[in-house]
């Protein structure tokens, strides 16, 4: 055993760093030697993840686990995605137990994921249906991704927004805020008091559209913001679990990340947003007269056109856009406009909500969702094809400069500087509208291939959602001093992109 000790630290980083997570966690306790080679194979950020579309809940987990957990890490988060009909709760015990209780993990349903085998580098996308649906397939709807993060440089918290249980019941916008800001003062110093990043998961029972308008005109424009605003969400946290619920809601969970400037760090990890939209208004903008709301999920609308006396002939109108929209298939949505008061007495704020349409009967319409009133000014919108992809190539053109090659010096060589200070992008995660995928584009690598075909090889997972939200950081003080609405976009049919980078700092 004496000679396997006194083995050269180049062979001992060869065989620890292939080993998987459990192993290696150990290995790193056996002496201060190992401990400081497991160090330094662990000094740069890492994204690990795992898939099993197995039927039965504890070896789906087991075999996704298996697979995230296949090479050395340090889970730091965890974030699993869970198809419609398996048990979230159970799933989310079961993960838990195997990763640790001080690891941050939100697990949340999912409408589909879709991922890039480890190994081949292909695309794999599963699709699971509403999820009202009726289930013709036991393994149809079963299914579980877990992504696992280790990201030196940061550090990471859970905050709650909560609303208050008695009437009127309110969002406690200002006390999320606030308790976003002391979580990063604490661990960044006053540099900055809001975060490097907010991964956002929100209620299935809360419109959180005018709650995410004003926490974007608060928090920082530097602060990148994405996330799944609709949905079920399971989180075990001092934060989440100290919660009383006599009292209080949680309308949404913010998974914060905020940069650590009281440790000595190595690395400096950027997150880079890209937001590709694929809707185009079209028809006249309406004017709401009346709602009726039907069980709780779907409105009919009664409504004229803009400036008319007449109400419209809804069905007529909307056989009339479909003549001129040149995709099939295609969806079709009302953007409706909004304006909300903050509590603290600010400004108004405008945003626009979209709903689905799903049905017409002569006079009237319907849509998906409820919260329009009358008095409402709308526009149609459709999606298209060509918008959705040249909105893709932009996002592929912007992340294009993360993997070109920095200057090279009159000889050809590369600079030590700039190979020093060259981002390596090391994980991404995409939110993706449940509309999109291989069932609109008739194929998988439209809405991944800003990613996909910029970092092949580099490990990134994307989920299918109801409301994907993303707001981008400011680009420029022009684009600053021109945007008086918010920035968060809360379009239909749109796909979020993450990509998180590192650069040496020492």
Same mark, same amino acid.
């Given at each position: 055993?004496?000679?396997?000790?006194?083995?050269?630290?180049?062979?001992?980083?060869?065989?620890?760093?292939?080993?998987?997570?459990?192993?290696?966690?150990? %290995?790193?306790?056996?002496?201060?030697?190992?401990?400081? @080679?497991?160090?330094?194979?662990?000094?740069?950020?890492?994204?690990?993840?795992?898939?099993?579309?197995?039927?039965?809940?504890?070896?789906?987990?087991?075999?996704?686990?298996?697979?995230?957990?296949?090479?050395? =890490?340090?889970?730091?988060?965890?974030?699993?995605?869970?198809?419609?009909?398996?048990?979230?709760?159970?799933?989310?015990?079961?993960?838990?137990?195997?990763?640790?209780?001080?690891?941050?993990?939100?697990?949340? %349903? &999912?409408?589909?994921?879709?991922?890039?085998?480890?190994?081949?580098?292909?695309?794999?996308?599963?699709?699971?249906?509403?999820? $009202?649906?009726?289930?013709?397939?036991?393994?149809?709807? +079963?299914?579980?991704? @877990?992504?696992?993060?280790?990201?030196?440089?940061?550090?990471?918290?859970? =905050?709650?927004?909560?609303?208050?249980?008695?009437?009127?019941?309110?969002?406690?916008?200002?006390?999320?805020?606030?308790?976003?800001?002391?979580?990063?003062?604490?661990? %960044?110093?006053?540099?900055?008091?809001?975060?490097?990043?907010?991964?956002?998961?929100? $209620?299935?029972?809360?419109? +959180?559209?005018?709650?995410?308008?004003?926490?974007?005109?608060?928090?920082?424009?530097?602060?990148?913001?994405?996330?799944?605003?609709?949905?079920?969400?399971?989180?075990?946290?001092?934060?989440?679990?100290?919660?009383?619920?006599?009292?209080?809601?949680?309308?949404?969970?913010?998974? @914060?990340?905020?940069?650590?400037?009281?440790?000595?760090?190595?690395?400096?990890?950027?997150?880079?947003?890209?937001?590709?939209?694929?809707?185009?208004?079209?028809?006249?903008?309406?004017?709401?007269? $009346? @709602?009726?709301?039907?069980?709780?999920?779907?409105?009919?609308?009664?409504?004229?056109?803009?400036?008319?006396?007449?109400?419209?002939?809804?069905?007529?109108?909307?056989?009339?856009?479909?003549? +001129?929209?040149?995709?099939?298939?295609?969806?079709?949505?009302?953007?409706?406009?909004?304006?909300?008061?903050?509590?603290?007495?600010?400004? &108004? =704020?405008?945003?626009?909500?979209?709903?689905?349409?799903?049905?017409?009967?002569?006079?009237?319409?319907?849509?998906?969702?409820?919260?329009?009133?009358?008095? $409402?000014?709308?526009?149609?919108?459709? &999606?298209?094809?060509?918008?959705?992809?040249?909105?893709?190539?932009?996002?592929?053109?912007?992340?294009?400069?993360?993997?070109?090659?920095?200057?090279?010096?009159?000889?050809?060589?590369?600079?030590?500087?700039?190979?020093?200070?060259?981002?390596?992008?090391?994980?991404?995660?995409?939110?993706?509208?449940?509309?999109?995928?291989?069932?609109?584009?008739?194929?998988?690598?439209?809405?991944?291939?800003?990613?996909?075909?910029?970092?092949?090889?580099?490990?990134?997972?994307?989920?299918?959602?109801?409301?994907?939200?993303?707001?981008?950081?400011?680009?420029?003080?022009?684009?600053?001093?021109? &945007?008086?609405?918010?920035?968060?976009?809360?379009?239909?049919?749109?796909?979020?992109? +993450?990509?998180?980078?590192?650069?040496?700092? %020492?």
């Amino acid at each position: 055993m004496s000679n396997f000790y006194s083995v050269s630290d180049d062979i001992l980083t060869n065989i620890i760093s292939r080993l998987p997570a459990k192993p290696f966690a150990a %290995a790193a306790c056996v002496n201060h030697l190992w401990n400081k @080679v497991s160090d330094r194979i662990l000094s740069r950020p890492r994204l690990t993840s795992g898939f099993s579309l197995a039927g039965s809940p504890e070896i789906a987990v087991d075999e996704a686990l298996e697979m995230a957990l296949s090479k050395p =890490i340090r889970p730091h988060f965890a974030i699993a995605f869970v198809g419609l009909h398996f048990p979230i709760e159970e799933i989310h015990n079961r993960i838990a137990s195997k990763i640790g209780a001080n690891t941050i993990l939100i697990t949340t %349903a &999912s409408l589909g994921t879709i991922d890039a085998d480890s190994i081949t580098n292909e695309l794999e996308e599963m699709k699971w249906e509403d999820e $009202d649906a009726v289930i013709t397939d036991d393994e149809m709807y +079963l299914g579980v991704t @877990v992504v696992i993060g280790f990201v030196p440089g940061l550090k990471i918290n859970v =905050i709650p927004l909560l609303r208050t249980n008695t009437e009127p019941q309110v969002p406690m916008v200002d006390e999320f805020i606030s308790d976003v800001r002391d979580f990063t003062v604490l661990v %960044a110093g006053n540099t900055n008091p809001d975060p490097v990043g907010i991964m956002l998961f929100g $209620d299935h029972c809360r419109n +959180l559209r005018p709650i995410l308008a004003e926490i974007d005109a608060k928090i920082s424009r530097e602060t990148v913001m994405i996330g799944d605003a609709h949905n079920y969400f399971v989180c075990t946290n001092a934060e989440v679990d100290n919660i009383d619920t006599s009292l209080y809601t949680v309308d949404a969970v913010a998974l @914060v990340f905020a940069r650590d400037n009281l440790n000595n760090n190595e690395v400096e990890i950027k997150f880079h947003v890209g937001i590709s939209s694929g809707i185009i208004p079209i028809g006249p903008k309406i004017e709401i007269l $009346d @709602v009726l709301v039907h069980e709780g999920k779907t409105t009919w609308l009664f409504a004229r056109t803009q400036g008319a006396v007449w109400p419209l002939d809804a069905y007529n109108l909307i056989l009339s856009l479909h003549s +001129l929209i040149v995709d099939k298939p295609y969806f079709l949505y009302i953007g409706v406009t909004k304006e909300t008061e903050p509590l603290d007495g600010g400004p &108004s =704020i405008k945003y626009t909500e979209f709903f689905e349409v799903i049905g017409t009967q002569q006079i009237m319409f319907s849509v998906a969702g409820t919260g329009i009133n009358p008095g $409402d000014i709308c526009m149609f919108y459709h &999606s298209d094809m060509d918008s959705a992809m040249a909105s893709s190539n932009d996002i592929y053109n912007r992340f294009h400069h993360l993997v070109e090659p920095p200057p090279r010096g009159a000889y050809g060589q590369l600079a030590s500087s700039s190979r020093a200070n060259r981002e390596e992008v090391f994980g991404g995660f995409m939110f993706a509208s449940s509309n999109r995928g291989d069932k609109y584009f008739g194929n998988s690598i439209t809405d991944c291939m800003p990613f996909y075909e910029n970092f092949p090889g580099v490990p990134f997972t994307g989920t299918f959602c109801f409301e994907p939200i993303g707001r981008s950081p400011v680009l420029d003080e022009e684009e600053e001093l021109q &945007s008086d609405e918010n920035r968060f976009n809360m379009q239909a049919f749109n796909t979020i992109h +993450l990509v998180m980078s590192y650069k040496k700092t %020492a």
